[in-house]
């Protein structure tokens, strides 16, 4: 059973910026895809971000140019970036991560959720 830690959400100001973390743990086989997705009040949730163990990283057109997502495979922790934020950036973000616990068998688990607010 995988376990995810989510940290640095918080209250910016437009323009400014914040990194979330989120770190895994409990894996016992290959944790694959990394990703972020946000859900603000009343809508849908939504892919932010996601990495993929071979490389491949895909951006929600809403926050190309302005997030990156990043991932450090030896901690098990993939990282948000976020710069020049904007009020509809605000929503509960949410760590996502897939593993592969066989090379047939995988699970997706979510973590808990941090709050980005942006306002000034």
């Known amino acids: 059973q995988v376990q995810l830690v989510e940290s640095g959400g918080g209250l910016v100001q437009p323009g400014g910026s914040l990194r979330l973390s989120c770190a895994a743990s409990?894996?016992?086989?290959?944790?694959?895809?990394m990703g972020w997705y946000r859900q603000a009040p009343g809508k849908q949730r939504e892919l932010v971000a996601v990495?993929?163990?071979?490389?491949?990283?895909n951006y929600a057109d809403s926050v190309k140019g302005r997030f990156t997502i990043s991932r450090d495979n030896a901690k098990n922790t993939v990282y948000l970036q976020m710069n020049s934020l904007k009020p509809e950036d605000t929503a509960v973000y949410y760590c996502?991560?897939?593993?592969?616990?066989?090379?047939?068998?995988?699970?997706?688990?979510w973590g808990q959720g941090t709050q980005v607010t942006v306002s000034s």
């Open positions: 996502y991560v897939v593993e592969y616990y066989s090379s047939t068998n995988a699970a997706g688990y």
């Open positions: 990495t993929k163990s071979g490389g491949s990283i």
């Open positions: 409990g894996s016992g086989g290959s944790i694959n895809t």
